[in-house]
């Protein structure tokens, strides 16, 4: 077992701390059952759940357990195997393929406090979450009658009767693994048959992550008492109308608020009351007499708005929400239960776009150019929080996205992750459980079963619904979901395709697009007929503009490792080794380490740079073409909305392990250069360089006609003297691509012997910069060989602190000084000098022309006190700021 360094241990601490921080309980009447959970290994525990559960049994020998949380987090928590994130540490965690499920097979024991309540109080215990299968005792009395299965699926329980006369209560959980568990074989989830199950199908290991030892088994979602009187409110439905054409500002027409809820009477006699709501100052409410032991659907009289403020993706409006409070009171006047409820008034459609020949997404009768990134989970082990989620989904509305796509090989995502979205304006294209790897698109000599059986996965397919129709009611009130997607690259057996598509959403959910499956005939079809997905590699800049892929593509990436900061994270120092690529073969070799990582290979773009030198110059070298890429990709695909593309969705922005690819900024919250190109090459308004035809174009992604605006073409050499090309006035219509000038010319005669930098700069009638973008140019042999003759940068930084948790960097570039070539800006604690997490950075990796200044601003939530300031670029020797 490997012992921790104190360095490392800290970071592991840190991070567990931010993920576990405490939520608050939604309402008085709910809270969570989290801190002082004890747990043991089933084969450890001779005694039957009614006896453990019950009062007086001890506890001797019972370690603490974390919940949420799986087997693995609590194993971790407690020091029993190495952090699975670093080096290869996870080959040393047992693997329930070779353990058997009993290993794994746990108990969970929580004691708490709560009364019986007197009158027609009623006392809920609600499982948000637990994988795979379990049984529940509460205080000597099992709760369920046969083992309850299945990951996704919410239950509650009615444990009035069953309370202790003197509050003093234990519940006793015991959780079984996932069966099958699957064999980690390298396969996309391993053999397949973890996708027998109705549970998460990417724990044996995918192409992008190592296998998850203990399959995920735990109460891993949360665990709440929630006490009413005798009705109770279930699963509310909201849904918002706004017919018409909208604009993001100014008067807007009225909206209209539908409200509905189920209404279960836990007592023996009927009640009669009045189920009613609050909206923006106004009151809707409805009779209702409930009979005993009922539950009943009650629609509220639809509710006018007017002058709504409306709900808008990023970049294109406001996300404005209102506060709905849902309440039964009672003929007596007695609030029995209620449900507080953000609702963002918007409306989603789609349409088939003719001449993309995919479908559009309109957002209030809008059309929206969809610029989004593949998600699989925050974390592997399922260790979520709001502020980590929080921080997640603001790093991709700071990349300028407007949809996270939450992958199919995962789960339907937690409230608080759309709780994140809402707030920030990310649509979600949702993805329910299933992908063509393991559920039989594709032959596969990976896999146990033939394809014909894996089609019919999972084995229960009554739970699968069941689940489904749960998960839907768990988040279909939040603005931010804009899609339904019955799988990942491949549809469900067909009666459950049927009974989704046909059932389901038409009652549960009717307001939102539901595809078949993510890369769909109904998603895009090329001129071919066909659809799909991909490339996911390094491609040359010119791929992006030319060569046209699907038209509303699902998953398209790139590369994407940290620099060495972030490298340093998950590998030893033995095995920083230089990947080291051979053209002839277009191969490369890896350390182990990188390799388990699932690192892919930059080929030979590192190279164009220069060879590097070590990690360090090879990770530095690896930002420049992350940045390029990620700008480069958005803006190609951005050059042609709407007339070859709807839409695009990289493959993809983040990771739930210390995975060396596909991600915008590492596991521990450091963004590297790819979040940086993408904030850039994703700006609503946008002027860029096309390197296929040296056009230089302006792309307007907003609702807006924009007038008067400046355009500003200039080259600067090496040395960094200034070769004006031109300023021209231009005019861009609502959401649309304006060519402005063509620089091929120029370009030959500056650039060729050296490379060059050419700036690129849109300017409004007040001087003000609409949008500003360098570019760093090739020689006419394809090298970067400018930039290793750059003198030293002069650029001077200063930092001051502008409001608590917000530090203005400014970078002030002399005339007469070289280009100050992209620089990094980093917050680092003061006496570690180490950069600190997350922090969010307006913009990074800048580079600064002569004689001008940029300003970076930091925002950051941490308790660090008088941190300082990093800067490094690549004509710059890192220098550290104070801040005043």
């Excluded at 006896?51 to 029993?80: D, F, H, M, R």
């Excluded at 300017?763 to 500003?772: A, F």
Aim: hydrophobic share 35%; charged share 20%.
């Amino acid at each position: 077992m490997r012992h921790f360094t104190f360095k490392q241990s800290a970071l592991i601490l840190s991070v567990v701390f931010f993920m576990a921080m405490t939520e608050t309980s939604s309402a008085q009447t709910s809270y969570e059952l989290k801190a002082g959970w004890k747990c043991k290994a089933a084969t450890a525990v001779s005694e039957t759940g009614d006896k453990i559960s019950a009062e007086g049994y001890q506890l001797n020998g019972w370690q603490p357990a974390t919940v949420p949380g799986t087997v693995l987090t609590t194993q971790l928590n407690n020091k029993q195997v190495p952090d699975p994130f670093y080096g290869m540490n996870n080959k040393q965690i047992p693997d329930i393929y070779v353990t058997g499920r009993d290993y794994y097979t746990y108990w969970f024991i929580k004691d708490f406090k709560e009364v019986k309540p007197a009158g027609d109080g009623q006392v809920y215990l609600n499982m948000r979450g637990v994988n795979y299968g379990y049984n529940l005792f509460l205080n000597g009395h099992q709760l369920n009658d046969k083992v309850l299965q299945g990951m996704f699926l919410r239950r509650s329980f009615n444990i009035t009767k069953w309370l202790a006369k003197n509050g003093n209560n234990r519940l006793a959980v015991i959780v079984f693994p996932p069966d099958p568990v699957g064999n980690p074989n390298g396969g996309q989830g391993g053999d397949g048959t973890i996708a027998r199950n109705v549970s998460i199908q990417y724990t044996p290991g995918w192409d992008w992550i190592q296998p998850i030892h203990d399959r995920n088994t735990g109460i891993w979602d949360k665990v709440t008492i929630e006490k009413t009187a005798g009705v109770r409110i279930i699963d509310p439905h909201v849904v918002t109308l706004v017919p018409g054409v909208r604009q993001s500002s100014g008067v807007q027409k009225p909206a209209t608020i539908q409200v509905s809820a189920q209404l279960e009477n836990a007592t023996g006699k009927a009640i009669s009351g009045y189920l009613k709501y609050n909206l923006d100052g106004k009151a809707v409410s409805k009779k209702v007499t409930l009979q005993p032991g009922v539950t009943t659907e009650v629609k509220l009289k639809d509710y006018t708005l007017q002058n709504p403020k409306l709900w808008w993706p990023n970049g294109y409006g406001q996300q404005n929400l209102y506060h709905l409070n849902l309440q039964f009171v009672t003929a007596a006047n007695k609030i029995s239960d209620q449900k507080n409820i953000e609702v963002g008034v918007r409306q989603l459609t789609s349409e088939w776009n003719a001449h993309t020949q995919s479908r559009q997404i309109n957002v209030n009768g809008q059309k929206i150019f969809i610029k989004g990134g593949n998600w699989i989970v925050s974390d592997e082990m399922l260790r979520f929080s709001n502020a980590r989620y929080d921080a997640e989904v603001r790093f991709h509305r700071d990349m300028n996205l407007n949809l996270i796509r939450v992958w199919g090989g995962a789960l339907i995502e937690r409230p608080e992750f759309y709780e994140a979205c809402d707030k920030y304006g990310i649509m979600v294209f949702q993805d329910m459980w299933g992908s063509g790897d393991c559920n039989g698109r594709w032959q596969d000599p990976k896999k146990l079963d033939d394809q014909a059986t894996r089609r019919k996965y999972p084995d229960d397919h009554a739970l699968y619904i069941r689940s489904i129709e749960d998960q839907v009611k768990m988040v279909r009130n939040y603005p931010s979901l804009a899609i339904w997607c019955g799988g990942n690259e491949i549809t469900q057996p067909d009666d459950i395709l049927k009974a989704v598509r046909d059932t389901i959403m038409p009652a549960l959910d009717n307001t939102r697009w539901f595809v078949d499956f993510s890369n769909s005939l109904d998603m895009s079809k090329t001129e071919k007929g066909t659809n799909g997905d991909g490339p996911y590699g390094i491609q040359p800049l010119s791929a992006f503009w030319a060569h046209k892929t699907y038209p509303f593509n699902s998953e398209v990436g790139s590369v994407g490792i940290g620099d060495y900061e972030s490298l340093k994270r998950i590998i030893p120092e033995k095995n920083m080794v230089v990947p080291e690529y051979d053209p002839a073969t277009h191969k490369e070799s890896i350390d182990s380490v990188w390799r388990y990582h699932t690192y892919i290979g930059y080929d030979d773009f590192i190279d164009k740079y220069g060879k590097a030198k070590d990690v360090r110059d090879f990770a530095e070298k690896a930002q420049l073409v992350n940045y390029d890429q990620y700008r480069g990709l958005m803006e190609g695909f951005s050059s042609h909305m709407w007339d070859w593309y709807t839409g695009t969705i990289i493959w993809k922005t983040q990771n739930p392990w210390s995975a060396m690819r596909g991600q915008m900024y590492d596991y521990y919250l450091d963004p590297n250069a790819c979040l940086y190109g993408l904030h850039n090459g994703s700006a609503p308004v946008h002027i860029m360089f096309n390197p296929t035809d040296s056009t230089v174009k302006v792309v307007n992604n907003t609702f807006a006609n924009l007038k008067h605006l400046t355009a500003t073409v200039k080259l600067y050499q090496i040395n960094g003297d200034e070769k004006p090309i031109t300023t021209l006035f231009q005019d861009i219509n609502a959401s649309s691509v304006a060519d402005v000038i063509n620089i091929r010319k120029e370009l030959k005669i500056i650039a060729a012997d050296h490379g060059a930098f050419l700036d690129l700069r849109l300017t409004d009638d007040q001087k003000n910069i609409v949008s500003d973008n360098i570019y760093w140019l090739a020689d006419k042999y394809g090298q970067y060989s400018g930039l290793n003759e750059m003198p030293p940068s002069t650029v001077m930084v200063s930092a001051k602190q502008v409001a608590k948790g917000k530090i203005a960097v400014t970078l002030s570039n002399p005339k007469q000084a070289p280009v100050a070539f992209f620089n990094r800006v980093s917050l680092v604690n003061p006496t570690t000098k180490q950069r600190v997490m997350p922090v969010f950075y307006s913009d990074n990796y800048v580079s600064v022309l002569p004689g001008e200044q940029k300003t970076v601003v930091l925002d950051y939530d941490l308790n660090i006190t008088k941190p300082k300031v990093a800067v490094r670029g690549w004509n710059l020797v890192e220098e550290l700021v104070d801040v005043k």
